[in-house]
C-alpha cells in the first residue's frame, strides 16, 4: 500500500519511506502496475450547513447554490447534526486518476478528512474548542481550522517567516469566524517556539506534533466513507464487484457438477457390481440428488442473501432495477448519519419533460427505500434513501 498527497507534488511514503516528487519524476518512478493507493487531494471546496438549516430540500438548495453540476460532491452528518459538504472539480478528480493510472485507486479523500483522521487518533478534537493546523510539507505550509468534525479549505503560505505565518493564522481565524478558544498544532516545533519568542501565544496554547507528513498518517489511520472517483471509475468498480461475485457462483456450481458427476459415476459402477442392492442404492441415490439440489439452492440464496455486510454490487443492482427505463441517474451516493448509521441515496430524474412515467418502483433491497422529491437540472426528480444497518457497508 502506497499513501500519497497529491499537489503539484507528491508527498508519498512506500514502505516506510517518505518523499517529496516532481510530478514528471513520479512518473519515472517504477512501482508496479498493481500497487494500491489511498491518496488525499487539496483542490476541495467545502461547505457548513448548520442543524436548523438540514432540512431536505432546501439543504439541497444551499448546496446547489454553491455546487453545480461540474462538482463531484460528498457530504457528511457531524455529531452535532450538522452537514458538512465536499466538492471537487469533475475535470480534477479525472486529472488524478489519468495521473495514477497505472495504479489501483483505493481511496481519494480530501486532506481535511485525512488529517482530521489523524487529529481524532490522537485525541486532539474537542467540540469547545478550535484546532489550527499548520503542516510544514518543506517546500510548502498549509494553514487549516478545526472545530469538531468541521474543517475549513486549507490555506497555502509559500513563505516560512515567522511573522508572516502568524499574519497568516490571524488573517484565516478571522475568516473562520468563530470567537471560541484555539490551540496551534503543529509538525515544525521551530515555528512553535518562535510564537512563543513572539510573544503570540502561551506554550500550553502550542502543541508539537511528531509526524513528517501527518495527512500520510492520517490516511493510515481511518477507514473512510468519503471517496471521490469519475463516473466512468464508479462503474468500471461495480462491474469488476459483479463479474467477481458471478464468478464465484459459477466456480461454486462447478464444484457441485462435479460433485454430483461423481457420485452419479459411483453409483452406476455400484449398480454394475451389485444387483442384488439395486433398489437400495437407487434410493440413495435419490437423497444425494435432492440433497444437492437443496444445497445448490440454499447456497446460492446465501451468496446473496448472507448476514455479511451489504455488497455494492446488490445494492447497486436492486436501485438500477427500481428506476423506470424513461429516468436515469444523476448521482449516487453512501451517506454516514451519526444516529441512523449508513443511508444509500440515490438522485433520480426524468429523461426529459415530457416524461409521465413513474420514476421509482422499488425492487429487492429498495422495497424499504423511501422517497422524497427533488429538483435536478430544472426537472422534478426524487431522491431515493435506503437506511442500512450499522457496519453493513463493504
Known amino acids: 500500500m502506497v499513501f500519497m498527497l497529491i499537489d503539484d507534488w507528491v508527498y508519498m511514503e512506500k514502505d516506510g519511506k517518505v518523499g517529496i516528487y516532481g510530478r ?7 512501482m508496479g502496475t498493481s500497487l ?5 487531494f487539496l483542490e476541495y471546496q467545502t461547505k457548513h450547513i448548520k442543524e436548523d ?5 432546501y439543504t439541497e438548495a444551499l448546496i446547489q447554490a454553491d455546487f453545480d453540476e461540474d462538482f463531484i460532491l460528498a457530504q457528511e452528518v457531524l455529531p452535532d447534526n450538522s452537514i458538512q459538504v465536499m466538492g471537487a472539480k469533475k475535470s480534477f478528480i479525472k486529472g488524478i486518476y489519468d495521473f495514477l493510472k497505472d495504479y489501483r485507486v483505493q481511496r481519494l479523500v480530501p486532506y481535511g478528512i485525512a488529517l482530521r483522521a489523524l487529529l481524532r487518533s490522537r485525541e486532539m478534537l474537542r467540540a469547545d474548542q478550535s ?6 510539507l518543506k517546500n510548502q505550509a498549509l494553514l487549516t481550522i478545526f472545530k469538531g468534525g468541521m474543517f475549513n479549505v486549507s490555506r497555502r503560505i509559500s513563505m516560512r517567516d515567522r511573522g508572516y505565518l502568524i499574519s497568516e493564522i490571524k488573517r484565516s481565524w478571522q475568516a473562520f469566524n468563530d470567537e471560541g478558544s484555539y490551540v496551534i498544532v503543529s509538525n515544525n516545533q521551530e515555528w512553535l517556539a518562535g510564537f512563543i519568542e513572539e510573544g503570540f501565544l502561551s506554550k500550553e496554547r502550542l502543541v508539537h506534533l511528531e509526524a513528517e507528513f ?3 498518517e492520517g490516511l493510515k489511520s481511518a477507514q473512510f466513507a468519503v471517496h471521490f ?3 466512468d471509475q464508479i462503474l468500471k468498480d461495480k462491474k469488476r464487484i459483479i463479474w467477481r461475485e458471478r464468478l464465484k457462483v459459477i466456480g461454486f456450481s462447478l464444484i457441485l457438477l462435479g460433485t454430483g458427476f461423481a457420485i452419479y459415476l459411483s453409483v452406476l459402477d455400484s449398480r454394475r457390481k451389485e444387483d442384488l442392492r439395486e433398489s437400495g442404492l437407487k434410493r440413495q441415490e435419490n437423497l444425494l440428488t435432492e440433497q444437492l439440489k437443496n444445497a445448490y439452492q440454499q447456497k446460492f440464496l446465501s451468496l446473496l442473501r448472507q448476514d455479511k455486510p451489504v455488497g455494492y454490487a446488490r445494492l447497486y443492482y436492486d436501485l438500477v432495477s427500481s428506476i423506470s427505463s424513461q429516468w436515469i ?7 454516514n448519519n451519526a444516529k441512523k448509521g449508513w443511508i444509500i441515496q440515490g438522485d433520480i430524474m426524468p429523461q426529459d419533460s415530457e416524461t409521465l412515467e413513474e420514476g421509482f418502483k422499488p425492487q429487492g433491497l429498495f422495497t ?8 435536478l437540472k430544472q426537472r422534478l426528480g426524487k431522491r431515493v434513501s435506503l437506511q442500512l444497518d450499522q457496519g453493513r457497508v463493504q
Open 229 to 231: 472517483a469519475p463516473i
Open 329 to 335: 441517474i444523476d448521482e449516487i451516493r453512501f451517506v
Open 368 to 375: 424499504q427505500a423511501s422517497t422524497a422529491k427533488i429538483i
Open 36 to 40: 494500491q493507493v489511498q491518496a488525499a
Open 131 to 136: 484546532v489550527i493546523f499548520l503542516d510544514d
Open 53 to 57: 438549516q438540514a432540512r431536505g430540500e
Open 214 to 216: 501527518p495527512v500520510l
Open 24 to 30: 514528471q519524476e513520479f512518473s519515472r518512478f517504477p
